[in-house]
């Protein structure tokens, strides 16, 4: 969640729980899988990320940031046959 810093008040609305498939046509590209509402995700070894209200996880396996979404795919035109 996202937080004002002088009240600590949340300024982000909370996501329901679900996952999407991202596809970019403007740039000709498929993008992450978008993961909102807070779902706990593990590494392989089962060592859970910090939760958060929303977050893109990587497809192609290009981010230098695995499990989760840098942009990559954009700069390869990375494409899974939907777009």
């Not at 899988?33 to 706990?40: A, E, F, I, N, S």
Request: charged letters at 25%; one cysteine or more; glycine letters at 14%.
């Amino acid at each position: 969640m996202a937080y004002d810093k002088k009240t600590g008040q949340e300024i982000e609305q909370k996501l329901p729980p679900s996952i999407g498939v991202v596809e970019d046509p403007a740039l000709g590209c498929s993008g992450p899988l978008w993961v909102p509402g807070g779902m706990t995700i593990e590494s392989s070894d089962g060592t859970p990320y910090e939760v958060r209200n929303k977050v893109g996880l990587c497809r192609r396996g290009v981010s230098i940031n695995k499990p989760f979404c840098n942009g990559s795919h954009a700069s390869i035109k990375f494409k899974d046959g939907l777009v």
